[in-house]
């Protein structure tokens, strides 16, 4: 016998999932986090899985985490002192940006703050040019006294970042050489081991990020460790990687940059594998949590990936109001609506709904925690889609008179009904989701009518077959277990590594040997990494990647390239195999291509993926059928109905495949509860998701 835990924490509830590879059952469990050490609420939700269960700790085999962790300490500027150490002459490169207004018209704009303050960012006598070659050595004496100055202002952690560090890091390497000789309790990050690529603001902003959050995320993810030691759990931990990958605890340490959208990677990943026998080519993952909600698109049975994101956006969906971040992450847009977020009037008295949120302390109204102002919780329970007596499996009291109290003082200030107060919290969370898929989705080039909505989160069910109408989206899919799926989706991702270098090389010249070199040096580096987590790497699965653009343009697009080697006699032929892989990529976003202008390749990249020994997952019902999955009936509020309908209540455990369902319903389970609107209708699949079909 073996089993496999998942950890996904977010920003109001930690969930935990055990998944029984002898019996094919998977144990659930949610609990509030706790955010002054995360670490604890999960110690207390697995010691309760373990009790009530029989589970013998030492045959875990596998443990698998995610967190929001360090993304919330970019946003919420809780990273550690950070100083900078970069090039003579360019300390303002975090600053000074790439002098683009991401509101042309807005004369107050306000440019997100660099992670380290001008004063922490020192400057350093060395010099590399863009080809690699060295014009000014490393001055030593020098970079040790700036690094003296910023150890005596408190600083714990330190970003180098030096001009053309990509196309030679022996300066970056010798200065951590010389920092850790002298100062080895410092925390240091080189862009050359963050971000090896061109464009150097890019490549500062993450390294700083990196630095920023590296304390946090080396005492954190030791403490994690330590603590499933403690419980005398043997299985060695895995983290999810914003590329939806799992990496193993020394790697994130090193680089914990690449754990900044961790779990909402898992969300995607969890979409993927639930919907990819019920929806069709397209999917649209919908995952609403306590604070947040995520969507992300999945294509072909695989979410779409990005190779650059901004953290800590200004404007939530704005482009160029955070802080670009050159890493492999999931394609998806992040919004503050969440079962947490908070309704009020704004300045001209219009309702609005987030992106500020209760989290889980106070948290909602309805939790009795201290919380007094109205979120979509509160509302969703004043509208009859939640059961208070089940909310969470009953592991939170929930108060009804204190939501109603506080969705209430808002009814009073707007001088409207209570519940068309309630609905409209309810209606515009709705609107704000949809509006973020809208966005999300054409810019892909595609047409969300043409997708499946698959809803994940212990509120995504609850609301979405209302963002699916707005979208004119015809089917819901709702897999088991929703409320905790991240936390499953954990457990079936695969490990990863990317690897990065700038080669800046044309087709129509360059060697292609040259070109193969280059690729199989980083793919001995994946290896590398990919040992270390214990794999067999004749599992492994390589990906050869470019950025590539037409002579002359100021963008690169990242594409995928046939297979090397690259090598061979034929040297014509492998350059028009290349040509034609990235021309081919280049008319499906952009329909044509300028005719007889040379590619260039800017940089290459290489993603491995290799099986994790237990991801092979595959839960079994567990439901009962037999006619007995009515648990009663309650009134919940529908505007086609124009106000409150006798609704009946699902028990979906005792729901079994071929099961019909007709609305208005609500499905309730543990942690979660699907709201199926007059019109729609479900069934239960054979996989045990419910597929609901919209009018």
Request: hydrophobic share 45%; net charge negative; with cysteine.
């Amino acid at each position: 016998m073996s089993y496999s835990l998942g950890i996904d924490i977010g920003g109001t509830f930690t969930d935990i999932v055990i998944y029984d590879g002898a019996r094919g059952r998977q144990l659930n469990r949610k609990v509030l986090t706790t955010h002054d050490d995360p670490a604890r609420a999960v110690a207390a939700g697995v010691e309760a899985l373990l009790a009530r269960h029989r589970l013998p700790a030492a045959e875990f085999t596998r443990v698998v985490h995610a967190t929001t962790l360090f993304t919330n300490a970019l946003i919420e500027r809780r990273g550690a002192l950070t100083g900078l150490l970069t090039t003579a002459g360019f300390a303002d490169t975090l600053e000074i940006g790439r002098e683009r207004k991401f509101e042309l018209y807005d004369l107050n704009i306000a440019k997100p703050e660099p992670l380290v303050p001008r004063h922490r960012r020192l400057e350093v006598d060395e010099r590399v040019r863009a080809d690699g070659r060295v014009r000014q050595a490393l001055d030593g004496a020098q970079l040790l006294a700036c690094v003296e100055r910023l150890v005596a202002a408190g600083v714990g952690s330190i970003a180098v970042v030096f001009l053309h560090a990509y196309a030679n890091p022996r300066h970056e390497a010798e200065a951590l050489r010389l920092i850790a000789e002298r100062y080895p309790e410092l925390y240091t990050s080189a862009s050359h081991e963050v971000a090896p690529e061109i464009r150097e603001f890019e490549r500062a902003s993450t390294t700083v990020a990196n630095a920023y959050i590296k304390p946090l995320a080396h005492q954190y993810l030791g403490r994690m460790a330590r603590q499933l030691a403690e419980r005398r759990i043997p299985a060695p931990l895995l983290l999810m990687l914003s590329s939806g990958g799992l990496t193993h605890v020394a790697e994130a340490q090193r680089t914990p940059v690449q754990m900044l959208e961790s779990g909402p990677a898992a969300g995607a990943i969890a979409a993927a594998f639930f919907g990819r026998e019920d929806s069709g080519s397209e999917l649209l993952a919908f995952d609403m949590g306590g604070t947040t909600a995520k969507l992300s698109l999945v294509v072909g049975g695989e979410p779409l990936t990005a190779y650059s994101f901004e953290a800590a956006r200004q404007k939530r969906f704005i482009e160029g109001s955070g802080l670009p971040m050159r890493i492999s992450t999931i394609e998806l847009i992040e919004i503050g609506a969440g079962g947490g977020s908070i309704a009020q009037l704004d300045e001209i008295g219009l309702l609005k709904v987030g992106p500020r949120s209760a989290g889980s302390l106070p948290g909602p109204a309805c939790y009795g925690l201290g919380g007094t102002e109205p979120t979509v919780t509160d509302a969703d329970l004043l509208l009859g889609y939640l059961n208070p007596d089940y909310f969470a499996v009953g592991t939170i009291a929930i108060d009804v008179a204190a939501a109603r109290a506080a969705v209430a003082r808002l009814a009073d200030t707007v001088k409207l009904p209570l519940i068309d107060v309630a609905w409209g919290i309810h209606d515009i969370v709705n609107e704000s989701m949809a509006s973020a898929a809208r966005v999300h989705v054409a810019e892909r080039g595609r047409d969300p009518r043409d997708a499946a909505l698959l809803c994940t989160g212990g509120a995504g069910p609850v609301h979405a077959c209302h963002v699916a109408r707005k979208l004119g989206v015809r089917e819901v899919i709702c897999p088991p277990s929703a409320g905790v799926a991240s936390a499953l989706g954990l457990l079936v991702a695969p490990a990863r590594v990317d690897r990065v270098a700038t080669v800046g090389i044309r087709l129509d010249r360059g060697d292609p040997a040259a070109l193969e070199s280059a690729f199989r040096a980083l793919e001995d580096e994946a290896r590398a990494v990919m040992a270390d987590t214990g794999l067999k790497l004749e599992t492994a699965r390589f990906q050869r990647l470019a950025d590539g653009r037409f002579l002359g343009q100021g963008f690169d697009l990242v594409v995928a390239l046939p297979d090397g080697p690259y090598d061979g006699r034929d040297t014509g032929a492998t350059r028009r195999a290349l040509t034609a892989a990235f021309e081919s990529a280049y008319r499906e976003k952009f329909s044509l291509t300028p005719p007889d202008v040379p590619v260039e390749f800017i940089n290459i990249r290489v993603a491995v993926r290799a099986p994790v020994a237990g991801a092979d997952v595959a839960v079994q019902s567990d439901a009962r059928g037999g006619g007995g999955a009515v648990k009663g009936t309650r009134r919940a509020y529908f505007p086609e109905r124009r106000g409150f309908e006798e609704t009946t209540v699902y028990d979906r455990a005792r729901l079994a495949p071929g099961d019909e369902i007709a609305g208005p319903a609500v499905v309730e389970e543990d942690g979660s509860t699907l709201v199926i609107g007059p019109g729609g209708t479900a069934k239960v699949a054979a996989t045990g998701n419910l597929i609901v079909t919209l009018p």
